[in-house]
């Protein structure tokens, strides 16, 4: 893959207002908005938030979590670097998935590629790599099918209490049954091994 020659160093953050800042990315389970609030109010921004001018909106590339967080405190606006205009459309996404700092957790990592896979087919393949997902066609497929489960299935992914492998199969499950199929694995032992039995496929 040819790497994007652009550098987010070039770019001077500018004020932004954040009701013009609107999210890329789909909403991400398993967030602690008045913990990263508090962070904020102690320690500041430290990074400005990342985005790129669409259809005259600006559309959030890294910083959705950190705008919300903002907002609960009451900020009008945030220093913001925006992107030129004259970026490819991969290269755009590429800076934001790079700029969306590390680890991801599996629920992140299954709707993120859930997204680039249904409304940026063009550009998906190239940027699974920075998903972790480049030469796995398995955990792709794992990611799709988890990125269908409600909520609270999502959440339990995002903090640990599923794997991808068990969140897809629980996918291929009747929403009705879900809930009580999650609270039977979170009965089990913690072992993956003493648990993946129990969940098979329909």
Not at 12 to 36: I, N, S, T, V, Y
Not at 114 to 127: G, K, M, Q, R
Not at 170 to 190: F, G, S
């Amino acid at each position: 893959m040819t790497e994007t020659t652009f550098q987010l160093a070039s770019l001077c953050p500018q004020m932004a207002a954040l009701d013009r800042l609107h999210p890329f990315w789909p909403e991400l389970p398993g967030f602690d908005l008045a913990a990263l609030a508090r962070s904020l109010e102690q320690y500041g921004l430290r990074r400005p938030l990342l985005a790129f001018e669409s259809d005259d909106r600006l559309k959030l590339l890294a910083g959705a979590r950190r705008r919300e967080a903002l907002l609960s405190l009451g900020r009008m606006e945030a220093p913001t670097l925006i992107l030129p205009s004259n970026l490819s459309r991969k290269e755009l996404l590429r800076l934001g998935l790079a700029d969306q700092g590390d680890p991801r957790n599996p629920a992140e990592t299954a709707l993120i590629w859930n997204f680039l896979v249904h409304n940026e087919a063009d550009s998906a393949d190239d940027l699974s790599d920075l998903l972790g997902l480049k030469n796995s066609p398995k955990l792709r497929a794992w990611c799709l099918a988890s990125a269908t489960l409600p909520e609270y299935a999502l959440k339990r992914l995002a903090d640990g209490g599923l794997d991808l492998e068990l969140a897809a199969r629980l996918a291929d499950w009747a929403e009705a049954d879900r809930p009580d199929l999650l609270r039977l694995v979170e009965r089990l032992t913690p072992s993956k091994k003493g648990k993946k039995p129990w969940v098979c496929r329909r």
